[in-house]
């Protein structure tokens, strides 16, 4: 049960995009179409923003956007806001146990 | 609404047991896979464990497999945590949080446990 990899942190400007990526195995990432995505503010409990790849909860603004090829998945943030900044974590169904990446801190300039 | 409230969090000793507690409510909770999810102080999130929604099939992360008991009582819309041979690597906040089909779409606030001397 090795964690997912995702980059540590990330940065962009206001009205920016970017892409946090999430890389794993065929036995988690590439192996199932249940890969979800979390935003964690300080201090918060985390919320579902993806799932199954790249479907959004009612609420999640389109902003948000996620995709998978082969092991690994990203999660794209385009038109970057100020309350983007953010922990971002990916996790991936992995056969009864899941996995989560190790978090991406996500800072908007 | 859906509503997930931790409790039994609080410091013990290294060896030591505690038992965690989840409340649920504004949802059918025995249609539900359940699972506990950790974060230890300024870390990232680590899966625990899992209970079906019948309570008949269990699973537990690596870290926890053997000394980590997950179970649930629909009849009174509670998940718990036993947790025995505490470590001090154990410590974390600990959240409860709903399974629809394959993501968690629900979090409880979490409640910390904090394992020293």
Partial sequence: QSALTQPRSVSGSPGQSVTISCSGTNSDVGGYDSVSWYQQHPGKAPKLIIYDVTKRPSGVPDRFSGSKSGDTASLTISGLQAEDEANYYCCSYAGSPWVFGGGTKLTVL | ?117
């Fill in chain 2, 1 to 117: 609404q859906v509503q997930l409230v931790e409790s039994g969090g609080g410091v013990v000793q290294p060896g030591r047991s505690l038992r965690l507690s989840c409340a649920a409510s504004g949802f059918s909770f025995s249609s539900y896979g359940m699972h506990w999810v950790r974060q230890a102080p300024g870390l990232g999130l680590e899966w625990v464990a899992v209970i079906w929604y019948d309570g008949r099939n269990k699973y537990y992360g690596d870290s926890v497999k053997g000394r980590f008991t997950i179970s649930r009582d629909n009849s009174e819309n509670t998940l718990y945590l036993q947790m025995n041979s505490l470590r001090a690597e154990d410590t974390a906040v600990y959240y409860c949080t709903r399974e629809t089909t394959g993501r968690f779409d629900h979090w409880g606030q979490g409640t910390l446990v904090t394992v020293s001397s």
